[in-house]
């Protein structure tokens, strides 16, 4: 399980750090985001009992706005703050020195002393061979035994190398992404291993880029990523049909289903607003009758 750093279990709902790292330079979901509304989202979240916020070098200016708002709320040892190495735009790379600079960079960023997480983020299948060879993830090691880190974990859609890394013994927590909701199962064997391993497990992209948000998928535009290869648009329109008929939210229904495998920790959702992030703390807590969650497994082949 993961803990902060004053022992507080982490929430099931997390913050991802992409929606509000959303720049001109980097636009990620519907468009930039102020800095202003950046930090406002923050705040929000860890007001509400959100105590994990994610991010990465790679999502345009994440940290620096997240940084911000961790200086302004403080107690920082109330929250578990996230990150990752190997995609910083300057220090990109698995080696021992790209894993240092890029961690020190992320530290004086997000202007913080120490990272609850740091995961190698989006490594490829020879990266991650040659980072357990030279030096980096050594250099991961040392930053744990200092403190600087507290947990390493391992942010790629590969399941492969989340179990290779599992297999490792170095795994604390890793985040897969997609491929586990109500459109698609295919990370179920994964999170059972992980699972086994006492690895945590914080799950990505849970929504499905938008599409099970409770909105219409057939109205949903994604700018950055090509959902329609991954998953049905055609089924996730008719989840959110049958939810309609059903009065039940499919956000709500999918958040449930999720949490319901005893791996996930955590579902770490890319708000761009706070008005994003309550939804899905709504979302969250609405009560599904056992009725209608049995109902809707049968109806789309879950149960």
């Not at 170095?170 to 491929?179: G, K, R, S």
Request: aromatic share 8%; hydrophobic share 40%.
């Amino acid at each position: 399980m993961l803990l902060s750093a004053n022992k507080t279990p982490v929430f099931p709902v997390a913050l991802g750090g992409a929606g509000i790292g959303s720049c001109n330079e980097k636009v990620f979901f519907q468009g930039p985001v102020s800095e202003k509304q950046a930090i406002e989202t923050v705040l929000f979240a860890l007001e509400n009992g959100v105590n994990l916020v994610d991010t990465s070098p790679f999502y345009g200016n994440s940290e620096k706005k997240i940084g911000v708002a961790v200086k302004e709320y403080g107690n920082r040892s109330s929250f578990i703050l996230s990150t990752k190495a190997g995609t910083h735009p300057i220090y990109k790379g698995y080696s021992a020195d790209n894993i240092r600079q890029s961690i020190d960079n992320s530290l004086r960023t997000l202007q913080t002393d120490y990272l609850d997480i740091v995961h190698i983020h989006d490594p490829s299948d020879t990266d991650f061979k040659n980072m357990m060879k030279n030096g980096g993830m050594a250099t991961l090691l040392r930053l744990k035994e200092e403190k600087v880190i507290l947990n390493i974990g391992l942010g790629v859609r590969s399941h492969d190398l989340h179990l290779q890394f599992i297999s490792s013994g170095y795994a604390d927590v890793i985040l897969p992404y997609l491929d586990y909701n109500v459109l698609c199962t295919k990370a179920d064997a994964l999170l059972k291993a992980s699972h086994k391993k006492q690895v945590a497990v914080m799950l990505g992209s849970a929504l499905c880029m938008g599409l099970l948000s409770g909105k219409n998928p057939a109205h949903t535009s994604i700018r950055h990523y090509a959902i329609e290869k991954d998953v049905s648009v055609e089924k996730a329109t008719q989840m959110y049909q049958w939810c309609n008929k059903n009065e039940v939210n499919l956000m709500a229904l999918n958040y449930k289903f999720i949490l319901a495998h005893p791996a996930v920790s955590t579902i770490v959702i890319g708000a761009s607003s706070k008005e994003e992030v309550r939804e899905s703390l709504n979302a969250y807590k609405k009560i599904i009758s056992p009725t209608i969650m049995t109902s809707f497994l049968k109806k789309f082949g879950l149960s």
